[in-house]
């Protein structure tokens, strides 16, 4: 990755505060997104927020939004699901937040109440990161494209007594479904 593309310099804010707000470009939401099944739908997105200075940490309160399209878990036709995150995150320079060991433990502390603590450079907080992992938790685990869809349709010749239940999800898919959710690690 070369440029980021949002980013707020320590030096244009003071505790004041400063508002931003930017368009979330399909083409950055699609590299953004690659490795994953969402997609962007076209539209742009747009990320508004508030970031002010507290001694070396940088606040950061807003939103984001966008639409993206993801096949529906019964069907596999695309569904357009729009996004919308909250966000709160307080950016710590760097050199505080290396006392954790770095292992296994990074993962754990984003399930505690650090989850809304990040690190950044000390001259540059790069919110990048942030857009996309609240994008792809803003998604629902199985997205519809309606609440009765009915599934695919069976095979010709098989029997509509033979096709499975498609009310639910088969639970065997459950634990693929739940990976899915997860940010991506390897
Ligand atoms: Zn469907």
């Keep these: 990755m070369s440029a980021h593309e949002f980013t707020i310099k320590t030096t244009?804010?003071?505790?004041?505060g400063k508002d931003y707000s930017h368009a979330i470009r399909v083409a950055w939401m699609r590299g953004a997104l690659e490795d994953h099944e969402a997609n962007p739908t076209g539209t742009e997105g747009r990320v508004a927020f508030r970031a002010s200075k507290s001694?070396?940490?940088?606040?950061?309160?807003g939103t984001i939004d966008a639409a993206l399209r993801v096949p529906c878990a019964r069907c596999l036709e695309d569904v357009d699901i729009d996004v919308h995150a909250d966000v709160s995150v307080l950016y710590v320079p760097g050199s505080k937040v290396k006392d954790t060991p770095k292992?296994?433990?990074?993962e754990y502390t984003l399930e505690d109440a650090e989850a809304d603590t990040l690190p950044y450079d000390g001259e540059t907080v790069v919110l990048d990161d942030l857009v996309r992992d609240e994008l792809l938790l803003g998604?629902?685990?199985i997205p519809l494209c309606s609440d009765d869809c009915p599934g695919m349709s069976p095979a010709p010749g098989?029997?509509?007594?033979?096709?499975?239940e498609t009310r639910d999800i088969d639970p065997r898919l459950a634990p693929l479904l739940a990976f899915q959710g997860k940010t991506t690690k390897i």
């Design 12 to 16: 244009e804010l003071d505790a004041g």
């Design 55 to 61: 001694g070396h940490d940088v606040v950061v309160h």
């Design 103 to 106: 292992d296994a433990e990074v």
């Design 139 to 141: 998604l629902p685990m």
């Design 158 to 164: 098989v029997g509509a007594m033979s096709a499975p």
